[in-house]
């Protein structure tokens, strides 16, 4: 499918002939869907102190911003594309019953990086992503407090627009990793701080050094995406809603999201949600899969 009603990638076409959506429509749609995610988020972020803190079973922090970002954005998704199915972190059990079994589903995180939003850092994201037959065909990120989104279909691109007005939008392309400059590895903060110390120094005889740059959330997805970092090397827990995005993102930008076995990721295929430890890479010729060092040392 061909054309300025489809985006060129043929998974991602066939879920909008299905739907009667062409790709234009769907585009203003999750903007509009964003925008409106964010402002709800922000609105709360600005009575930080009033919220209710509670715990999952796994001791993460859930607060009011992840239930109501949840609500709007199923409410909304399901009028965009009923017949497919959503699958969000704050999903119930029940509605996940036979999951295994969708060709397509929405996959998503209302509020990817609560720590940071409830710690008041501001980097905090809304994560959306499609996935068709296992694979995220569409990445959307959206930064509420810095107002923009980036958005990526791989064999369409990735976009960077603004989040709250009809500014120009960017292309995001990943870079080429420059010998002759420190390779920029993104990572968070709350890493603990001998694990990354022992990963820049794997990554350092590739370029002139390596340095560390601090993102929370999928931010360090759109760092890779936009040119600003060389790796997101991931060892730690997380989710398939914290990766989907920024995977179908990083490689609409040209870059190349693998296992540290060096294969494509898969959804919605296991019994558990735990992503599998990972590595971004914005250059896909590089091959950092052999320089990670082994997460249980």
């Known amino acids: 499918m061909r054309g300025p009603h489809y985006s060129g990638n043929s998974a991602l076409d066939a879920m909008l002939h299905d739907a009667n959506l062409t790709f234009p429509s769907l585009l203003q ?8 995610a964010s402002k709800c988020i922000l609105d709360l972020y600005a009575v930080l102190g009033d919220l209710l803190v509670s715990q999952k079973s796994d001791s993460s922090p859930v607060t009011e911003a992840d239930h109501a970002s949840h609500r709007l954005i199923c409410e909304a998704l399901q009028r965009l594309t009923p ?3 959503i699958l969000s972190e704050e999903s119930t059990l029940e509605q996940l019953i036979g999951r295994r079994d969708w060709p397509r589903c929405w996959m998503i995180d209302p509020l990817d990086g609560t720590r940071e939003f409830i710690d008041g850092t501001g980097e905090f994201t809304v994560n959306i992503a499609l996935i068709v037959d296992a694979e995220s065909v569409l990445g959307l990120i959206a930064v509420p407090e810095r107002g923009y989104v980036d958005l990526g279909v791989p064999g369409w691109g990735a976009r960077r627009f603004s989040l709250f007005d009809d500014g120009a ?8 990793l420059s010998r002759d400059k ?4 993104s990572a968070s903060a709350r890493h603990r701080e001998e694990r990354v110390q022992l990963m820049l120094g794997s990554l350092s005889d590739l370029a002139r050094g390596a340095e560390r740059l601090n993102a929370g959330s999928a931010l360090k997805f759109c760092d890779v995406a936009s040119g600003a970092a060389d790796v997101y090397p991931r060892t730690s827990p997380c989710y398939e809603w914290d990766l989907a995005a920024g995977d179908a993102l990083v490689r609409a930008a040209g870059g190349l999201v693998t296992t540290l076995e060096g294969t494509p990721i898969r959804y919605n295929q296991w019994e558990s949600l735990k992503a599998p430890n990972f590595v971004a890479a914005a ?3 590089i091959n950092y899969v ?8």
């Open 283 to 285: 250059d896909p010729q």
């Open 182 to 185: 420190a390779l920029v590895m």
């Open 169 to 176: 939008e960017e292309r995001l392309s990943a870079r080429s």
């Open 290 to 297: 052999e320089l990670i060092p082994d997460p249980d040392l």
């Open 83 to 85: 017949d497919v199915p």
């Open 29 to 36: 749609s999750l903007r509009r869907l964003a925008a409106d």
